[in-house]
């Protein structure tokens, strides 16, 4: 089969489209005919050695995807051959195959494609995670999203709005601001060209948003961190700028803020249950067409080192979907 491999950590350019041997499902895996599969930021740092996990080389990027089932291994009884599937496996999608537990994937959910389904549970598990588990999200709130017109940030507006909260959102560029103006977001602001917190309170009328989604990271932080509201909830989702902030707690006294970690991956493995259930809502609003991934761009697996390195630069805007096989 076909593979995008990383054979040592380096930079995106040094990934190969490879022919490597099909993989075999150990005891509790299936193996997927891979169809599409979704790129996130976190595929750029994976390869680069800059994510907080590593995979045994080689390997090939690629968290999200989805597919069809080719085998199942010993011991797994929920699933068999033929079954359309989602998976978020953390590595391994970018390949015409790829083994993966059976604990890490569902069924494809009816009347979602397999684009879709690629490109659907990890920036929207994310979103509804932090606004729902850790913000605690009311509908009377004002919630400003920053990167909106990426990844997470579209999701964030896409719950946030279907939790019945007003969105500001922030991003770099008016064709970001055009999409999350799409997905809802009530007001919009190009941090590029202004004073971010000053332009926050604004939106406001002097209060500050109640809670903050901030996927980016950088010199945003301080600025929507300050103009954040009395008792208001600052979430640290990632740092797509790639500057980790470092923050005076003063500014968390002064409002008594609070700054509040999302980590949706380990949430879905410490409480199962918790992800279930957000997974059922999510289901739920995209049956309804509250929720649909934004996806921007359709690649083959031979562009996909250079879609890669796009959206590591921020080039890219909502999800681009790297296609596998025919996914009609
Ligand atoms: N904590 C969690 O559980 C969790 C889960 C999923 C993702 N994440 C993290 O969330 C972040 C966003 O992920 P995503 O999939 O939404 O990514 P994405 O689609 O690539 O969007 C990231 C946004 O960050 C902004 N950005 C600013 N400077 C950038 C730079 N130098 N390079 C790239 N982007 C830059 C861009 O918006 P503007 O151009 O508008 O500034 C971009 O649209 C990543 O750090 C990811 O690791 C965390």
Redesign the pocket.
């Known amino acids: 089969m076909k593979a995008l491999l990383c054979t040592a950590f380096g930079p995106i350019d040094t990934l190969r489209l490879r022919d490597t041997p099909n993989p075999v499902p150990a005891a509790g895996e299936v193996v997927i005919a891979v169809k599409a599969c979704a ?4 595929d750029g ?1 994976i390869v680069q050695g800059l994510y907080q996990t590593k995979p045994p080389l080689p390997f090939s990027p690629g968290a999200e995807f989805s597919g069809v089932i080719l085998s199942v291994g010993n011991g797994v009884s929920d699933y068999k051959a033929g079954d359309a599937v989602i998976a978020f496996a953390g590595h391994g999608g970018l390949a015409e195959q790829c083994a993966v537990d059976a604990q890490r994937i569902m069924p494809l959910p009816a009347g979602m494609d397999f684009v879709q389904g690629a490109a659907f549970l ?2 929207y598990g ?1 979103a509804l ?2 606004l729902k588990d850790v913000a605690q999200l009311r509908p009377d709130d004002t919630v400003a999203v ?8 579209l999701a964030a507006i896409d719950v946030a709005k279907a939790m019945g909260a007003r969105v500001i959102a ?4 008016p064709e ?1 601001l055009q999409l999350a103006q799409a997905h809802g977001a009530n007001q919009l602001i190009d ?1 590029t060209q202004c004073d971010l917190r000053k332009t926050l309170l604004d939106c406001t009328d002097g209060a500050g948003p109640d809670v903050v989604l901030d ?4 010199a ?1 932080t301080e600025a929507a961190l300050r103009a954040t509201a009395w008792r208001g909830r600052y979430l ?7 500057d980790i902030p470092r923050i005076a707690l003063n500014l968390a006294l002064l409002k008594e803020r609070q700054i509040l ?7 879905v493995q410490r409480n199962p249950k918790q992800h279930t259930a957000n997974v059922r809502q999510l289901l739920q609003w995209f049956a309804s067409g509250l929720v649909r991934p934004e996806i921007t761009e359709t690649v083959s697996l031979d562009k996909a080192t250079d879609a890669i390195a796009r ?4 080039e ?4 681009v979907v790297i296609t596998i096989a025919n996914c009609g």
Do not use: D, I, Q
Not at 170 to 173: E, G, N, T
Not at 215 to 218: A, F, I, L, Q
């Open positions: 790129l996130n930021f976190p740092l990890l920036t994310t995670h932090a920053l990167g909106a017109g990426g990844g997470v940030g922030a991003a770099s560029s970001k941090y996927p980016v990271g950088g945003h640290v989702v990632g740092f797509a700028a790639g970690g999302v980590y949706w991956g380990e949430a959206m590591s630069c921020g890219t805007r909502g999800k």
